[in-house]
Structure formats: C-alpha cells, structure tokens
C-alpha cells in the first residue's frame, strides 16, 4: 500500500495548527480579559498560565515549519499575501512575553505599563490571527505558482469579522481556563464571563458560516447550499457539524453556571474549536490555498516527505509527552505567588 504522505502531512499541520489554536488561545484569552480583572486577581491569571504559556507556541513552530517543507508552494504564495498580519502578530507575542517577564519585577508606574502591553499585545495578537484567518479563507489571488494580489488584500469586512469572532473565542477558552485554574471570586467571575462569552461565540460562529457561503461557490457547494436551492443529500450529509457546534456551545454555558463543573466548561469551549475547525476544512478541502492550488499541487517531492515523515514520527509523540507531562505537573489550582519565584 502506497502512503498518501501529501495527505498525511496536512493533517499533521492542521493538527498543529489547531494544537496551537487551542493552547495558546487559552493563555491569550486570559491576556484578553486582563483590562476586566483587578491587580491581585490579574497575578492568579498570569501564575495560570506561567508554567505553560511559552511551551504552548511550540505547535506555532511545528505548523509554519511544516508548512514550508512540506508545502513550499503554499508557504511561498501565503506568506507575501499576509505579511503585514503576520508581522503584527509575531511582534505582538514578542511583545507580550517580554510583558509577561518583566511585569513580575517592575514597580508600580512600571507594572501599569507591562500590564497593559500583556493584554495589548494577546488581544493585537489575536486579532492578527484572525486577520491571517480571515484573508486565507476569502481566498488569494494566485497567478500562475504566486502570488498576485495586493499588499492589503486581507483587510476586508470579512476578516474584520473573522478576526473579532476568533478573539471572542479565545476569550472564551481563557475564561473557561480560569474556570479551572482559580478559585474564589475570580472563579465565580469566570463563570459568569464564560457564560456570556459562550453566546456571543455562537452569534459569531452564525455570522462567519453565513457570510462563508457567499466567499466562493465552491464553499456553498461544499455545504450543498447555494441562494436558489438545497442539495439535502449533501446538506444532512455535513448537518452534524453545526449541530454539534451548538451543542457544544449549550454544554459551555450551562457546565460553566455549575459551581462544581471546572474541567467541563474548558472541554466544551474545546469541542466548539473542533466543529469550527473541522467546518473550515470541509470548506476549503482539498485546497491549500483557497481556492486555487490543491494539496498535491503544493506538495514537495514523496521522497522530502517520507524523509521528513520519518523525523516527525519520532519528535512528535517527544512534544506530545512533555506537553502532558507538564500540565500533569503544574495541575491544580493558581495562587497569586507561584507565577515567579
């Protein structure tokens, strides 16, 4: 049996695309809500995430290096199409780890100031995402094997609206975060947010998949709608999917109202990411640039990839395992001096 590696390795970067998605969602989800929090209670949500927060940029690394080796095509036509995005975002989680070190040493005039860039920086950088997100799934204008658009061609309502949709869902996942890292008035705050949060994500979600319908046919086609008719075999064929979504998004609120449901509100925020996600890539599929270069097009030779499969094989479970490892280690709830010692 021949290995289908152009496949193989997009699931490999999907996957960590969307590792990255959620565990550095969380944390900047938690920078987000930071302008929301008092000082004392701002020190608990920063000791939640300061055993982690920097290892969960790992699957970053792991998703845009996969991207180029694998898909050196892609790489080459994405990156000039969203430079100034990606460049917003990269110097905002610069930004924000440096805030997140020297906060903990500054005095006061100078704590204001690296509060303010740590939640500056995880909403800047959210929204850059968003951005990048957005202006992908519009599609790119290709010529050719490159890129031919403009330098502003990400910068439309639609991803204007993407980007706010996905920073309401990371704020989501850090208030569901909270949820099971404090305790007290902070918790009992987070769930209040959370529950908040958890509808605006679903009005999001609704106006995303509507406005997504109009981007390109093919996307209509995919969800076997279209502004005359239905194709119900293909349309209760993909139904699951958003039903699913706000299912997940009915657990996130009501487990989030439950006082002694901690890990549960997280879990749902979770499975909402996993529709979204997974809505995208029936969208999209099987383009890698939509909507106008395929996997196998983007694709490097069988022989890079089987070498590289090889390598990936053995250093992907080693992420995985340390990755557990240390949130099995760092379990339990946050306390205001365990951030830095």
Same mark, same amino acid.
């Given at each position: 049996?021949?290995?289908?590696?152009?496949?193989?390795?997009?699931?490999?970067?999907?996957?960590?695309?969307?590792?990255?998605?959620?565990?550095?969602?969380?944390?900047?989800?938690?920078?987000?809500?930071?302008?929301?929090?008092?000082?004392?209670?701002?020190?608990?949500?920063?000791?939640?995430?300061?055993?982690?927060?920097?290892?969960?940029?790992?699957?970053?690394?792991?998703?845009?290096?996969?991207?180029?080796?694998?898909?050196?095509?892609?790489?080459?036509?994405?990156?000039?199409?969203?430079?100034?995005?990606?460049?917003?975002?990269?110097?905002?989680?610069?930004?924000?780890?440096?805030?997140?070190?020297?906060?903990?040493? +500054? %005095?006061?005039?100078?704590?204001?100031? $690296?509060?303010? !860039?740590?939640?500056? #920086? =995880?909403?800047? /950088?959210? @929204?850059?995402?968003?951005?990048?997100?957005?202006?992908?799934?519009?599609?790119?204008?290709?010529?050719?094997?490159?890129?031919a658009g403009g330098h502003w061609d990400w910068l439309t309502p639609f991803s204007l609206l993407v980007a706010a949709s996905l920073a309401v869902g990371y704020a989501l996942l850090g208030s569901c975060w909270l949820i099971l890292k404090t305790e007290g008035e902070l918790n009992v705050k987070s769930r209040r947010v959370s529950r908040r949060l958890a509808a605006g994500v679903g009005v999001a979600m609704f106006a995303v998949s509507l406005a997504m319908l109009s981007v390109d046919p093919t996307v209509a086609d995919h969800w076997g709608v279209s502004m005359t008719s239905i194709d119900w075999l293909t349309f209760m064929a993909v139904a699951?999917?958003?039903?699913? +979504? %706000?299912?997940?998004?009915?657990?996130? $609120?009501?487990? !989030?109202?439950?006082? #002694? =449901?901690?890990? /549960?509100? @997280?879990?749902?925020?979770?499975?909402?990411?996993?529709?979204?996600?997974?809505?995208?890539?029936?969208?999209?599929?099987?383009?890698?640039?939509?909507?106008?270069?395929?996997?196998?097009?983007?694709?490097?030779?069988?022989?890079?990839?089987?070498?590289?499969?090889?390598?990936?094989?053995?250093?992907?479970?080693?992420?995985?395992?340390?990755?557990?490892?240390?949130?099995?280690?760092?379990?339990?709830?946050?306390?205001?001096?365990?951030?830095?010692?």
């Amino acid at each position: 049996m021949t290995l289908d590696l152009p496949m193989i390795w997009a699931v490999i970067i999907a996957t960590a695309t969307f590792l990255y998605v959620v565990l550095d969602g969380f944390d900047l989800g938690v920078g987000i809500l930071f302008p929301f929090a008092s000082d004392s209670e701002r020190d608990i949500m920063l000791a939640s995430i300061a055993p982690v927060w920097d290892g969960n940029e790992t699957w970053l690394v792991l998703g845009g290096g996969g991207l180029f080796a694998a898909f050196p095509l892609a790489y080459a036509t994405l990156m000039p199409a969203m430079y100034l995005p990606i460049g917003f975002m990269l110097t905002a989680l610069i930004f924000r780890g440096v805030a997140f070190e020297f906060r903990a040493k +500054a %005095g006061f005039r100078g704590k204001r100031f $690296w509060t303010a !860039a740590f939640a500056g #920086g =995880s909403l800047v /950088a959210a @929204l850059s995402q968003g951005l990048v997100l957005g202006g992908f799934l519009q599609g790119i204008t290709v010529e050719g094997r490159s890129f031919a658009g403009g330098h502003w061609d990400w910068l439309t309502p639609f991803s204007l609206l993407v980007a706010a949709s996905l920073a309401v869902g990371y704020a989501l996942l850090g208030s569901c975060w909270l949820i099971l890292k404090t305790e007290g008035e902070l918790n009992v705050k987070s769930r209040r947010v959370s529950r908040r949060l958890a509808a605006g994500v679903g009005v999001a979600m609704f106006a995303v998949s509507l406005a997504m319908l109009s981007v390109d046919p093919t996307v209509a086609d995919h969800w076997g709608v279209s502004m005359t008719s239905i194709d119900w075999l293909t349309f209760m064929a993909v139904a699951p999917l958003p039903v699913l +979504a %706000g299912v997940s998004m009915g657990l996130c $609120w009501w487990h !989030a109202g439950q006082p #002694g =449901s901690e890990l /549960a509100p @997280l879990l749902a925020a979770v499975g909402i990411f996993v529709t979204g996600f997974l809505g995208l890539a029936l969208s999209t599929y099987p383009n890698i640039i939509p909507y106008d270069i395929t996997i196998r097009e983007a694709a490097a030779a069988d022989n890079a990839l089987l070498l590289m499969l090889v390598g990936v094989s053995v250093m992907l479970p080693v992420i995985l395992g340390y990755t557990a490892y240390v949130y099995w280690v760092f379990r339990g709830k946050a306390t205001a001096d365990a951030a830095h010692h």
